[in-house]
């Protein structure tokens, strides 16, 4: 049996990493998604929410005693160090969850485990338990439209998270394969992903 392939799929916000998700799921690939991770571990009665408290107080605890998203994001936006507490916390944790969900798919006989992994380019642990990096690429401007026409969040909000990421030449640079989702359709995005999967022990028929 061949070895599990081990895939980092990461992307700017409004890249369309999420879909690219999607189709390596459909082809039989197990996804490790670590933003799910770290919401499940700040939503109410999650692990990481003591050690939250404890470091930034409970007015970023909600009512109900899940993380306030909203207060913590405006926190970060405007103190550098509130961010890097806060992963300091998160991250351990994510880490020990992910391993727990590639080991399962790994006795499952999966031929491939992705990890999404939106900060992967920006973490100073995830690349060495990597076999590849696909990056999912377009332009500031297109992750702006894409993320408006799907959220509330205004032009401001999301150049400011854009901002708050790797730049894309960083991200495009740290990649064993790229996916350019400048002017894809849908369907045309997920032909290409079935392009590419044998790369990944992947096969469509």
């Known amino acids: 049996m061949a070895p599990i392939v081990r895939l980092g799929l990461t992307g700017g916000i409004g890249s369309g990493k999420s879909t690219v998700a999607r189709s390596l799921a459909e082809l039989g690939a ?4 670590t933003d799910a991770i770290a ?4 939503a109410v009665g999650g692990l990481a929410m003591p050690s939250i408290a404890a470091t930034f107080g409970q007015k970023f605890i909600t009512s109900a005693g899940a993380l306030d998203r909203e207060r913590m994001r405006a926190l970060a936006f405007t103190d550098a160090t509130a961010r890097k507490r806060l992963e300091s ?15 399962s798919a790994a006795g ?20 060495q338990k ?9 332009t500031p401007e297109i ?49 290409e992903v079935r392009q590419i999967s044998h790369r990944f022990g992947l096969s469509f028929k």
């Open 108 to 127: 499952e006989g999966r031929a491939c485990v992705v990890f999404d992994i939106p900060l992967l380019v920006e973490s100073s642990v995830w690349r």
């Open 143 to 191: 992750q702006i439209s894409r993320v408006m026409a799907r959220s509330n969040l205004t032009r401001d909000a999301i150049e400011k998270i854009i901002s708050s990421q790797v730049g894309r030449e960083r991200r495009l640079c740290a990649a064993d394969t790229v996916i350019c989702n400048i002017d894809l359709s849908l369907t045309e995005l997920a032909g």
């Open 30 to 33: 197990a996804i490790v998604d």
């Open 89 to 103: 916390i998160i991250h351990p944790l994510v880490g020990l969850e992910a391993q727990r969900q590639a080991s």
């Open 130 to 138: 990597l076999d590849h990096v696909l990056v999912v690429d377009c």
């Open 39 to 42: 919401r499940d571990l700040t």
